[in-house]
């Protein structure tokens, strides 16, 4: 992938008309980041696969040192690797490299860990007919694993910075342009041509990138709604903020830093 490649593709895109209004024709290319998750990689590309609208299935490896890269092109995934090390980099790698996907209207961001289920997607694109972009609440108890990463703390903290995003584009007559409850779930639907106008202002590489992609999105004026998605016990060990508080901490300073500026 070249930068003059993503540069035709995006000016094609912004030239294109809004995606079809049928969920029947919508076409979906998914992208997954993975950080050494061999365990849980080929059964999240799998399920993704096997979604009657997803057309392809991209999996960002992230400098794994397992079988991560050879177990997803076994499911079926096209694998790509990211050389900047961090959540943020693979998140964006995988939105350019979806961007590129010929025959898809929509781009879905998602983990390879199995932390989300796949069918989700089917929840979230009807309401493409109307916004730009949906994105994945984990904070709706009936919807979480009991044994899922989502305890008081993560639920409380996530609820706290997704309300001060809220606020930071709060109009008094709706008391805000979109209701949120969750600023760290990475499962998220996107129309193509509506990424292709916020690619380039895409810049945290790090752990908080989910909430600095909504604020991106909102300041482009781009339509925004959170729906319920199921969240599950990831397989294989967190790499991240869900499996250490002190890292969550600094995490959740970042993404409020990052929200307010």
Not at 33 to 47: K, L, M, P
Not at 200 to 222: E, N, Q
Not at 235 to 251: D, H, M, P, Q, T
Request: hydrophobic fraction near 45%.
């Amino acid at each position: 992938m070249t930068i003059e490649t993503v540069e035709i593709a995006k000016t094609q895109l912004l030239k294109d008309a809004p995606i079809p209004t049928s969920n029947l024709f919508k076409k979906v290319c998914v992208a997954l980041t993975a950080y050494d998750d061999e365990q849980a990689i080929y059964s999240a590309v799998r399920d993704f696969i096997d979604q009657q609208n997803v057309v392809k299935v991209v999996v960002v490896d992230n400098n794994s040192d397992d079988n991560t890269a050879s177990n997803a092109r076994k499911a079926g995934a096209h694998v790509v690797r990211e050389k900047k090390q961090g959540y943020g980099y693979a998140c964006i790698r995988g939105l350019r490299e979806a961007l590129l996907c010929d025959g898809a209207d929509v781009v879905v961001l998602s983990e390879g860990d199995m932390t989300f289920q796949a069918s989700d997607i089917n929840k979230m694109l009807p309401y493409l007919d109307d916004v730009d972009m949906v994105i994945g609440s984990r904070t709706h108890m009936a919807l979480v694993d009991s044994d899922a990463g989502m305890d008081w703390f993560y639920l409380w903290g996530n609820l706290f910075l997704a309300k001060v995003l809220q606020m930071r584009f709060c109009e008094l007559k709706f008391l805000g342009r979109v209701r949120l409850t969750d600023v760290g779930c990475t499962m998220r639907a996107i129309k193509k041509y509506a990424l292709a106008k916020i690619i380039d202002d895409l810049k945290v590489g790090g752990h908080h990138f989910s909430p600095h992609m909504t604020k991106v999105a909102l300041r482009k004026g781009l339509k925004v709604i959170e729906i319920p998605v199921r969240y599950r016990k990831r397989v294989g060990a967190s790499k991240g903020a869900g499996g250490n508080r002190n890292l969550a901490i600094k995490v959740g300073l970042k993404m409020l830093k990052d929200i307010l500026t």
